[in-house]
Structure formats: C-alpha cells, structure tokens
C-alpha cells in the first residue's frame, strides 16, 4: 500500500516519525506492509497547493494523508482533540464593497454545481467508504490567509460560515486531493481555542501523533 503523508513541518510529526523508524528527514520508508511519502507542505495556501499537486503528479497513492494543526471556533471543541475536515469552505475569496463582502460562489467567480464543489464547499466524500477514521469527530473548516483576527472579525465567521476550525492551508490540500480524484483525509490537532482562550501546541502535536500511530497500524 502507498500512502502520502503530507504536513506543514518536521516537527509536527517527530513522534510519528520515529515510531515506523524513518531515518532523520528522509523522504520515504517502509512500514510493514505500507510505503510512506513524506512530503513537508509549509503552511500555507500556495506552498501545499505546489507541494501536494508535485507530489499526485508523480506517484500512484492509495490514500493521503494531512497531518496539521488548528484554531477552534467552537467552544465544546478541547485543545489538543483531533479532528477530520470533511468540508473546506471557500472564504477568503470574495469582494467587498460598501462594506458588504460578497462571496467568489455569489459573485459566480466559482461554480457551487461543477466538481470539485458540492454544496457550497469542498466535501471529503472519502468519508463514505473508508470508516477506520469514524472515531474521529468530523467538521468544517476554512482556510485563512490571516487566523484569528478582531472579535468582529471572529464573530462574521461564525455567522456567515457552518465552521468549527480554521487553518492556514487545508483548501489548498482538499481541492487538490479531490481534482486528482484520489481518496485522503485531512486530519488537524487543535491548538488554540479562540472562544475559550486556551492553548497548548506540544498537547496539539501529541495527540496528533498518536492518532497517526493509530492510523498507520489499522491500515
């Protein structure tokens, strides 16, 4: 079996790393029965977007995966859980105009109805026959060029957008995987919880990677 594991730096999956016994920052091991692509994707949009589409272009994988980090928007969602983004949303695209901002699916810069798009979004449909991920809580996500920002600015996303998490670069990664038409999950550790105030990288990291242990051993 040939997965790709793609991730924004080494660091964040040091733990994994070490445990299927990749030499340093090598590029490619083998792990039981499984080949494993390593591919560093920095954080954001147009690094991945180069990165994983170089990395489809030239191998035949069975699955994908993302191994990332996240900002909550939700406040039951605890720093350090691990969660599977099934729907990516288009929201840094737009216009503004008179203070109004208007989205790329109204202003028909994109076409809600042509794949990949479905429903207003970019939706994981993986999900519907590979069910080793089920555990997993599912979400929504939106991928910001700038993270966080003004408590006006918090509180329009949370009531224009269906979303529980935000990153940097996970569009970039959904849409490729789902251009090529090959199956992946994109799994994030939450970081930082805006609405609670509370976070914790290395509880992040650790969880990520013991989820990825998980993985990698039911495959």
């Known amino acids: 079996m040939k997965v790709l594991l793609a ?20 590029k490619k091991c083998t792990y039981k029965h499984i080949d494993i692509e390593f591919k560093p994707t920095g954080y ?3 690094e991945t977007s180069y990165h994983i589409t170089d990395a489809l ?43 109004e901002f208007s989205s790329a699916y109204q202003l028909n810069w994109l076409n809600r109805n ?17 069910n080793i991920f089920l555990p997993i809580m599912k979400t929504a996500a939106i991928s910001c060029r ?3 920002g003004t408590q006006e600015e918090l509180d329009y996303k949370l009531k224009n957008y269906p979303i529980h998490i935000e990153t940097g670069n996970g569009l970039a990664f959904q849409y490729a995987c789902l251009y090529k038409r090959i199956g992946f999950y994109q799994l994030r550790a939450i970081e930082k919880n805006y609405l609670t105030k509370v976070a914790d990288r290395d509880l992040a990291i650790e969880n990520l990677n013991k989820e990825l242990i998980r993985i990698i051993d039911l495959l």
Request: zero cysteines; glycine letters at 6%.
């Open 57 to 99: 272009k030239k191998r035949d994988m069975h699955l994908v995966l993302y191994a990332g980090l996240a900002n909550s928007l939700n406040n039951m969602m605890k720093t350090g859980e691990v969660v599977n983004v099934i729907n990516e949303l288009p929201y840094q695209y737009g216009q503004t105009e008179n203070n």
């Open 146 to 148: 700038t993270l966080g």
């Open 7 to 26: 991730f924004p730096e080494n660091v964040v999956i040091k733990q994994f790393s070490e445990y299927v016994k990749r030499d340093a920052e090598a």
């Open 114 to 130: 042509e794949y990949p798009h479905q429903r207003g979004g970019f939706i994981n449909l993986t999900n519907s026959y590979f």
């Open 44 to 46: 954001t949009d147009f």
